[in-house]
């Protein structure tokens, strides 16, 4: 298993940008599918957005046109990169990686292997 470690959460206000950034440990980063996933108080973990190791990407409906995920094979590195955020986006966003799963179930949390601690995004209004 590898162990993401995500990094740039933070406190913004509505119509701010954040840009997140996990680094996967493992000498195979570029045959894993990589996705954000994220927990708001008192809700379930939720899906986000994800990237595969060919490099296309997937994204829940709510994010859709305002983030972009992307992945630097060379550094271990996958972004997301937060743009018009709103004070709905506020939440712990968890990094999760897989080598195998299938594409029908990128958005199921249980499907992933690996995840980090998480790293807290707060959007005031």
């Known amino acids: 298993q590898v162990q993401p470690v995500e990094s740039g959460g933070g406190f913004v206000q509505a119509g701010g940008s954040l840009r997140l950034s996990c680094v996967a440990r493992?000498?195979?980063?570029?045959?894993?599918?990589m996705a954000w996933f994220r927990q708001a108080p008192a809700s379930e973990r939720e899906f986000v957005a994800a990237i595969r190791y060919s490099g296309s990407t997937h994204y829940s409906d709510p994010v859709k046109g305002r983030f972009t995920i992307s992945r630097d094979n060379t550094r271990n590195t996958v972004y997301l990169q937060m743009d018009s955020l709103k004070p709905e986006d506020t939440a712990v966003y968890y990094c999760?990686?897989?080598?195998?799963?299938?594409?029908?179930?990128?958005?199921?949390?249980?499907?992933?292997?690996?995840w980090g601690q998480g790293t807290q995004v707060t959007v005031s209004s």
């Open positions: 999760a990686a897989d080598r195998s799963i299938i594409l029908s179930s990128l958005r199921r949390p249980d499907q992933y292997e690996s």
């Open positions: 493992t000498d195979t980063f570029n045959r894993y599918t």
